[in-house]
C-alpha cells in the first residue's frame, strides 16, 4: 500500500523558513519522481515543485523560484521542500504526491 507522510508545517513570520518533509513507502521510492503541490482556502491546488527520480530534473512554480527548493534522499525514502522568505501568500496545506497518490498535507500558515 502506497503510503506518503508530509511532516513540517507551522506557523511561522513572513520573511521566515520551513522545510516539510515526506516520507514514502509502498513502492520503490528511487523509480518515481516526486512533486510537492499545494491549495489555498478557495483556491484549486497547485503545483509547486517537482523533482525526477534521480534528482537531475526539478521544476519549480514561477512563484517560489528562488526561495524553494525541492531535494530527494532516495536511501531515507524522503522528499524534502526547503522554503525560505515565505510571503502569507504561501499560505496553504502543502502536498506530497507519487504513485497516483497524494499525502494527507501539512498546514503551512505565514502571518505576523
Known amino acids: 500500500q502506497v503510503q506518503l507522510v508530509e511532516s513540517g508545517g507551522g506557523l511561522v513570520q513572513p520573511g521566515g523558513s520551513l522545510r516539510l518533509s515526506c516520507v514514502a513507502s509502498?513502492?520503490?521510492?528511487?523509480?518515481?519522481?516526486m512533486r510537492w503541490d499545494r491549495q489555498a482556502p478557495g483556491q484549486e491546488r497547485e503545483l509547486v515543485a517537482s523533482?525526477?527520480?534521480?534528482?537531475?530534473?526539478?521544476n519549480y512554480a514561477e512563484s517560489v523560484k528562488g526561495r524553494f527548493t525541492i531535494s530527494r534522499d532516495n536511501a531515507k525514502n524522503t522528499v524534502y521542500l526547503q522554503m525560505n522568505s515565505l510571503k502569507p501568500e504561501d499560505t496553504a496545506v502543502y502536498y506530497c504526491?507519487?504513485?497516483?497518490?497524494w499525502g494527507q498535507g501539512t498546514q503551512v500558515t505565514v502571518s505576523s
Open positions: 504526491y507519487a504513485a497516483r497518490t
Open positions: 509502498g513502492f520503490t521510492f528511487s523509480n518515481y519522481g
Open positions: 523533482i525526477s527520480s534521480g534528482g537531475g530534473y526539478i
